[in-house]
């Protein structure tokens, strides 16, 4: 009996160890931001730079520390301010389950294993991957609580994913590079401005500045109108034929702009509604047009 208890306790605490990890490197968030990373490798590989499954699994690995480290430091430094969060008082942190110095071990290590991992696909990988933690702890994250500019900080290292795929495939960072850098650039405005929106109350209690204006008003919602005009302008670029072997045909160009007036319209019906059922579907729209245009990139390279 005693021992069956003992098993019982080991395997609660094994998954409980777990799920903390989970929740702090932000399993879902991560995993999300290397498929970006992923799709960028697959657009970058070619005869020149052959496909390596060595590579694709150190990019995953190591892109999965990246994301993991930063959010962990993250919510060491907002651990009081999470308590504060309905979202986020259940966290590891706030929550009391894992102590900051734990957290920050952890942290630490994902940050060792993660560089190392992307160096050893190539130095130019390694060098993104330690800017996207740079940004994102030392910069974003302490802005969040002073200006709404945060959001801009933020969009540095929530855009470099989708480039660095491409990074590891080739070893350069070109036009190529630089311009799938740019649509995701575009994409974290109306994206985490449509969060900001429809988690207002919540991010006003921890003192956070989300939303361009500071408020959900029009000035906003036509800014989120504006930066997705941008995005699809900048989903198109590929098609022109200039920029450089990152490529797609005019289906495929007719495809994303479809894409582009899907994501449009909600933006549209955000900035006529101005509620937070409207700001969540198009946070929700949003995920799904940067996940179907990385297909649509991918499905157009190999089939053409």
């Not at 590929?238 to 479809?258: D, N, Q, V």
Request: with cysteine.
């Amino acid at each position: 009996m005693i021992t069956v208890l003992n098993s019982m306790s080991n395997t609660v605490s094994l998954r409980t160890v777990f799920l903390d990890f989970k929740e702090i490197t932000k399993a879902g968030l991560a995993i999300s931001v290397l498929f970006s990373a992923i799709a960028g490798y697959f657009l970058g590989f070619d005869s020149e730079h052959p496909f390596q499954w060595s590579v694709l699994i150190m990019l995953a690995i190591g892109g999965y520390c990246m994301v993991g480290a930063s959010n962990a430091f993250n919510q060491v430094i907002e651990k009081d301010l999470d308590s504060l969060m309905d979202r986020t008082k259940n966290r590891p942190v706030p929550a009391g389950r894992m102590s900051p110095t734990s957290a920050l071990v952890v942290a630490g290590l994902l940050t060792i294993i993660g560089i190392t991992l992307l160096y050893m696909i190539n130095p130019k990988t390694a060098m993104f991957g330690a800017i996207s933690i740079f940004l994102y702890t030392s910069v974003y994250t302490p802005l969040k609580t002073m200006t709404s500019l945060s959001v801009f900080v933020g969009a540095f290292p929530g855009a470099i994913p989708f480039m660095l795929g491409w990074v590891a495939a080739t070893g350069d960072f070109g036009i190529e590079a630089g311009t799938l850098f740019l649509i995701q650039f575009f994409w974290q405005f109306p994206h985490f401005w449509a969060i900001g929106w429809f988690l207002y109350e919540d991010y006003e209690k921890a003192g956070f500045f989300m939303l361009p204006t500071g408020k959900k008003d029009k000035g906003t919602a036509l800014q989120i109108i504006l930066y997705t005009v941008w995005l699809i302008i900048a989903s198109l670029l590929p098609s022109l034929g200039y920029t450089g072997k990152l490529f797609i045909t005019p289906i495929a160009a007719g495809a994303i702009f479809l894409l582009g007036i899907w994501m449009l319209f909600y933006a549209v019906k955000l900035y006529k509604l101005r509620t937070a059922k409207a700001a969540k579907t198009l946070m929700l729209v949003s995920v799904g047009y940067i996940t179907l245009l990385q297909f649509v990139y991918i499905i157009d390279k190999f089939l053409r």
